[in-house]
């Protein structure tokens, strides 16, 4: 059965970098957008980025453009997300999950869903 899994998550400083995978397991991702969202204690789950099928097409939350980067190797079946500039309000769990062919702005419409992967900003 199809499965995304998340990594690359951990403690990092303010300012400082970390890199999120999210592997596919059990299908290809040709086809398919991945989206990253995130959930921090107490809040709603919010998309942070977005990247269509072919890697043409990225959108990113406000909050973090500028900051981060999403990218995608079919090859590797993989989904990237780097992080630069953390601050401590990027702080959560991030999830990954799949869409056929193109993003959408609603997380409703993204299926599987990874277990997520703790990030932590903090000095």
């Known amino acids: 059965q199809p499965q995304l899994v998340e990594s690359g998550g951990g403690l990092v400083q303010p300012g400082g970098s970390l890199r999120l995978s999210c592997a596919a397991s059990g299908f290809s991702l040709y086809g398919y957008a991945i989206g990253w969202f995130r959930q921090a204690p107490g809040k709603e789950r919010e998309g942070v980025s977005c990247?269509?099928?072919?890697?043409?097409?990225?959108s990113y939350a406000d909050s973090v453009k500028g900051r981060f980067t999403i990218s995608r190797d079919n090859a590797k079946n993989t989904v990237y997300l780097q992080m630069n500039s953390m601050k401590p309000e990027d702080t959560a769990v991030y999830y990954c999950?799949?869409?056929?062919?193109?993003?959408?702005?609603?997380?409703?419409?993204?299926?599987?869903w990874g277990q997520g992967t703790q990030v932590t900003v903090s000095s």
């Open positions: 999950a799949r869409r056929d062919y193109f993003c959408s702005a609603y997380d409703k419409d993204f299926f599987p």
């Open positions: 990247i269509s099928f072919t890697g043409g097409s990225t």
